[in-house]
DNA sequence: CCCCGAATGTGATCGAGGTCACAGACCGGG
DNA sequence: CCCGGTCTGTGACCTCGATCACATTCGGGG
């Protein structure tokens, strides 16, 4: 079952999915799978149907720093600006789940950016969300110390129950830091009883106490 | 002389043109000033015809950090995403010089995103650039110290002459960093040779040298 | 030519976070 | 139930950058 119905691509109008229909290719990966590195062109965007992909800048010393996620519905906007500006990807993105689109290439998205006002005003909304979280980003990396950007991603990351599903490992790469940091900042917020450290997981005790120091 | 002639904004077609006539109002405003702050609501937006503007980020403890500048035939992607969203800015636009534009609200720049193509493909396209910048200027913070980004700073700035005139502290300013820090960074690059540090400006002096510390 | 504000030089100190080097602890599979 | 890989805890150490507190120095306007 190699196919991705165009049907499954949130957001679109009629004249979207008739040029899909002729001038796209559906694109399966496993969670994991590197769709880009760094240095690299781009050839094709990718609709996202379902699944959720991952854009990460990387350190020479092999640190990574969270981006952004592509969700479905959605198009990684570095792709976008690397296809239609002709520039090269300056970051990695990864599968985080198994991910299903269509691919479509550069005359395509410009024809479909002409041609179906839904498809160009999801570019401008998804591009508009993404610099103002770039710009939130910014903020915090340049301003925010890593005991606040954790409280921040753990509140991000915790489920309906207050669990958060991550190692240290991955929270380090999200936050763009070292594992021993987060280790020791959990151990921290766990000695203020904002949260307990497991195995795997962190049970939020604290929301409110948390938030507020996410800020 | 108050009015701003339409004709003066580059990049626009007949249909922008026509619809600006009838629903933008002229918006000029001296070096200096400020034309939006954080937290506030954002009511209309201005396409560049003359000057720069620029856009930084403030932390609590008075530092700021410059993310992009605005220039002729441009809009501020910020004011856009915020206008379009019903955000909050999270940022402060200064005028760097005395500045001319014209304003226009939320229904007409909607309007004229359906109706102009070029008003269309400009936006997209300063979205793209500020996307890809920023993604750069996250690297940075996140990754490369401060004697590399002063030397990219420094490279941007230099004229052909290869001469900056900025103070230590305008370039603090503008990398998120304290004067002092400055100061000694460059007086480190002095006595590399790789620049001469006067009053008020900085002279390159192995812009090669320069570029390969900047990376 | 003097004076004041802006710009710069510099030492001392401090804290956050990065890095290294391990030691345990835990867990699922064989 | 043992073993190896993953995950976590921790001490030691170092570096960069932030901050404070000044001393200078420069340059232009009155």
Known sequence: MDDVPIEDIPGLDAAAKALLQAASSPARAAAGTVLFRPGETCERLVLLAEGRVQVKTLSESGRELLLYQVRPGETCVLSFACLVGRRLYQAEGVCETDVAGRAIGRSTVLELMAVSPAFRERIIDVQSSRIYE??????????????SRLAGRLIELAGEDGVVHS???????????????????????ELLGLVEVERGRIVIREPARLRHLAM
Chains 1, 2 share one sequence.
Do not use: C, P
Request: charged share 30%; aromatic share 2%.
């Open 134 to 147: 770039l710009i939130g980003l910014i903020d915090e990396v340049a301003f925010h110390r890593t005991e």
């Open 167 to 189: 190692t240290h490992q991955q929270l380090a790469q999200d936050l763009g830091t070292a594992r021993e940091v987060i280790s020791r900042r959990l151990k921290r917020l």
